[in-house]
């Protein structure tokens, strides 16, 4: 795969087409990456103690390495 954590990338396709960011972390056996602040993804959570709300989180989600490429 030729993309690394901590690469600078660009989107080449998909609804973040364009934007750029840093390689959080690699799956190279599924040639999937993370990018801080791309493909960005709503998860609700449970509340873990009694007695605190659940809440909303936003993470990031994989993308495939062939749709970033490194930014020079």
Same mark, same amino acid.
């Given at each position: 795969?030729?993309?690394? =954590?901590?690469?600078?990338?660009?989107?080449?396709?998909?609804?973040?087409?364009?934007?750029?960011?840093?390689?959080?972390?690699?799956?190279?056996?599924?040639?999937?990456?993370?990018?801080?602040?791309?493909?960005?993804?709503?998860?609700?959570?449970?509340?873990?103690?009694?007695?605190? =709300?659940?809440?909303?989180?936003?993470?990031?989600?994989?993308?495939?390495?062939? =749709?970033?490429?490194?930014?020079?």
């Amino acid at each position: 795969m030729h993309i690394k =954590k901590g690469d600078n990338v660009v989107i080449l396709s998909g609804d973040d087409k364009g934007k750029t960011g840093k390689v959080v972390k690699a799956f190279p056996r599924e040639n999937k990456v993370v990018v801080e602040g791309v493909n960005m993804a709503k998860k609700h959570q449970r509340p873990r103690a009694e007695g605190q =709300k659940g809440q909303v989180i936003e993470m990031a989600m994989p993308i495939a390495a062939s =749709k970033v490429a490194k930014k020079v």
